[in-house]
C-alpha cells in the first residue's frame, strides 16, 4: 500500500531559501541555472525545509514545490495542475506569499514568467523586466491583488474537499484577508514561529513543522467523530 503524501506549494519560504544543503551557485546572480527555463531543470527545494521536516514525523512521501520568487497566481497555477492529474490520496499544504508578485504568459519565451517589485531597479533589457516596469508602474493594484488571493484561497479548499484531500493553508506575512475557511491557519501564530522572517532557519522550519502536524492532527480527528 503507497503511503499518502505531502504536496506543498509555496515560494522561497517553502523552498527552503537559506537553508546550508542548497548549493552556492543558488546566490550566484550570473548562474544561467538561477534563471527560466534551466531553472525548471535545477530548482530543487532543501531538504531541510518544513514539508521535508513533517514528512519526516509522520513517515510520509513527500513533494516540495516551493519557488523562489514565486507568485501566488504561480502557486495556484502549479495546485491545480497537480490536482487534476493527482490519483494519490494527498495532503496539501499551500503557503501563500505577497499579493503583489505575479506572472504572465511570454509568446517569446513559450512560458510562464514571474515577476516581482524588485525587478523595478534592474538596468536588465530582458522581457521579463520590461514588462514588470510596465505592470508595475501602471497596473498594479493592492486591492485587486487581496481580492484575487482570497478567491484562490477559497478555490484551494472547495476543491480538495471535492476531491477528498487533506489541506493546510497560510500566509507567513502581515495582510487584511478576512472571512476564511478553516483550513487556513493562524498569521500571527505562524509568524510567531519564524520570527517574521521570510526566510527562515533550520529550527524555525522545524518548529513549523510540529505546528503544522498539530493542526493536520486536528484536522483529522474533528473528520473521524
Given amino acids: 500500500m503507497s503511503k499518502?503524501?505531502?504536496?506543498?506549494?509555496?515560494?522561497?519560504?517553502?523552498?527552503g531559501e537559506e537553508l546550508d544543503d542548497l548549493p552556492d551557485w543558488f546566490n550566484d546572480k550570473s548562474d544561467k541555472r538561477n534563471y527560466m527555463p534551466l531553472k525548471l531543470k535545477y530548482e530543487k527545494a532543501s531538504k531541510k525545509?518544513?514539508?521535508?521536516?513533517?514528512?519526516?514525523?509522520?513517515?510520509?512521501?513527500?513533494?516540495?514545490?516551493?519557488?523562489?520568487?514565486g507568485s501566488n497566481d504561480r502557486i495556484f497555477r502549479t495546485f491545480f495542475d497537480h490536482l487534476i492529474n493527482n490519483k494519490k490520496k494527498t495532503i496539501y499544504t499551500i503557503q501563500w506569499t505577497f499579493p503583489h508578485r505575479t506572472e504572465y504568459w511570454s509568446e517569446e519565451s513559450n512560458m510562464y514568467l514571474g515577476i516581482v517589485p524588485e525587478m523595478l531597479d534592474s538596468k536588465d533589457g530582458r522581457e521579463s523586466i520590461l514588462y514588470?516596469?510596465?505592470?508595475?508602474?501602471?497596473?498594479?493594484?493592492?486591492?485587486?491583488?487581496?481580492?484575487?488571493?482570497?478567491?484562490?484561497?477559497?478555490?484551494?479548499?472547495?476543491?480538495?474537499?471535492?476531491?477528498g484531500h487533506e489541506l493546510l493553508q497560510f500566509i507567513p506575512i502581515e495582510n487584511k484577508l478576512d472571512i476564511l475557511?478553516?483550513?487556513?491557519?493562524?498569521?500571527k501564530e505562524v509568524m510567531a514561529l519564524v520570527e517574521d522572517?521570510?526566510?527562515?532557519?533550520?529550527e524555525q522550519h522545524k518548529r513549523l513543522a510540529k505546528y503544522l502536524l498539530i493542526g493536520l492532527t486536528n484536522v483529522l480527528q474533528d473528520k473521524s467523530k
Avoid: M
Avoid at 4 to 15: E, K, L
Avoid at 49 to 69: A, H, I, K, Q
Avoid at 197 to 202: L, M, V
Fill in 181 to 187: 475557511p478553516d483550513s487556513f491557519l493562524n498569521t
Fill in 197 to 202: 522572517k521570510i526566510h527562515p532557519t533550520e
Fill in 4 to 15: 499518502i503524501q505531502i504536496t506543498s506549494f509555496g515560494c522561497s519560504f517553502t523552498f
Fill in 49 to 69: 525545509s518544513y514539508p521535508y521536516v513533517l514528512g519526516e514525523l509522520l513517515d510520509f512521501e513527500v513533494e516540495n514545490n516551493g519557488w523562489r520568487g
Fill in 132 to 163: 514588470a516596469k510596465d505592470y508595475f508602474t501602471k497596473f498594479q493594484n493592492d486591492d485587486v491583488d487581496n481580492e484575487r488571493l482570497l478567491k484562490y484561497i477559497w478555490s484551494i479548499d472547495s476543491l480538495c474537499k471535492r476531491f
